[in-house]
C-alpha cells in the first residue's frame, strides 16, 4: 500500500495564479482532511470530508475550495493565490472509528511570490 | 475552541539522556494523539491515549494521559539521534474526529 499521496510535493505559484493540489489514499478510508503548517501555529484544518460528495470547512478554509467526487481523492484548490497562503499542506485520511488514528502524506511544499 | 500547549517548545538533550514533552489542554482530553514529524516530512502516528490514568510504550517512548484527562507526557528513555524531530500533540474534537493540534516541540539530540 502506498498510503496517503500527494502531488506535487513542491510548487511555486504567482500571486493570482490558480492550482489544485491532488491527495490520494488507497486505505478505503471515509475521513480525509487538508491541514496547513506554519511556522509557530502548528497544524490548522483547512477543510475536511467525511465521505465521497462530501465537504466541510475546517478552523481556516478561506481562500481554499476542496472537492471529493471519488472516495480515495481529495482536492484542495487555490483560485486565486496570496503570500499568505504560503506554507505546508498536508492531507490525512482515517477509518471512521471514532478513536481511529489519522494516516497523514509527505506534505506540498508551496510558495507564493 | 480547545486549545493545547506544548512544553517545552524545543528541546536539546545529549544522547543518553532522558526527556519529557507535555502537552496541556484547556478542556477535557477524549483522545490525546502523539505525532512524529521529521523535518520536511509527514506525520508519523506514535500512541494514542484515551482514558485518564491510561499509559501506552514502544520502544523507548511512553507516553501516559493523567486521571483528570488534561495533560498527557511524552516521556522518551536513553534518547538517541533517531529520536530527533518534532514532536505533537492532537486531540480529538468530536465530530468528524477532527483534531486539534499543539504547535510541537523541537527535539535535537547531540551526540
Known amino acids: 500500500n502506498a498510503g496517503v499521496t500527494q502531488t506535487p510535493k513542491f510548487r511555486v505559484l504567482k500571486t493570482g495564479q490558480s492550482m489544485t493540489l491532488l491527495c490520494a489514499q488507497d486505505m478505503n478510508h471515509e475521513y480525509m482532511y487538508w491541514y496547513r503548517q506554519d511556522p509557530g501555529m502548528g497544524l490548522r484544518l483547512i477543510h475536511y470530508?467525511?465521505?465521497?460528495?462530501?465537504?466541510a470547512k475546517g478552523e481556516v478554509p478561506d481562500g481554499y475550495n476542496v472537492s471529493r467526487l471519488k472516495k480515495q481523492n481529495f482536492l484542495l484548490g487555490l483560485e486565486s493565490a496570496a503570500p499568505s497562503q504560503t506554507s505546508v499542506y498536508f492531507c490525512a485520511s482515517r477509518r471512521e472509528s471514532f478513536y481511529n488514528e489519522q494516516f497523514f502524506g509527505p506534505g506540498t511544499r508551496l510558495t507564493v511570490l | 475552541s480547545q486549545e493545547l500547549e506544548q512544553s517545552p517548545q524545543s528541546l536539546i538533550v545529549q544522547e543518553g539522556k532522558n526527556l519529557t514533552i507535555n502537552c496541556t489542554s484547556s478542556k477535557t482530553l477524549y483522545g490525546l494523539y502523539w505525532y512524529k514529524q521529521k523535518y520536511g516530512e509527514g506525520l508519523i502516528f506514535l500512541m494514542m491515549l484515551q482514558k485518564g490514568g491510561e499509559e501506552k510504550s514502544h520502544e523507548k517512548i511512553t507516553a501516559k494521559l493523567d486521571e483528570k484527562k488534561q495533560q498527557s507526557s511524552l516521556h522518551i528513555t536513553a534518547s538517541q539521534p533517531s529520536h530527533a524531530g518534532i514532536y505533537l500533540c492532537?486531540?480529538?474534537?468530536?465530530?468528524?474526529?477532527?483534531?486539534?493540534f499543539g504547535t510541537g516541540t523541537r527535539l535535537q539530540v547531540t551526540l
Open positions: 492532537g486531540a480529538s474534537t468530536g465530530t468528524a474526529s477532527k483534531l486539534t
Open positions: 470530508s467525511v465521505g465521497e460528495g462530501t465537504t
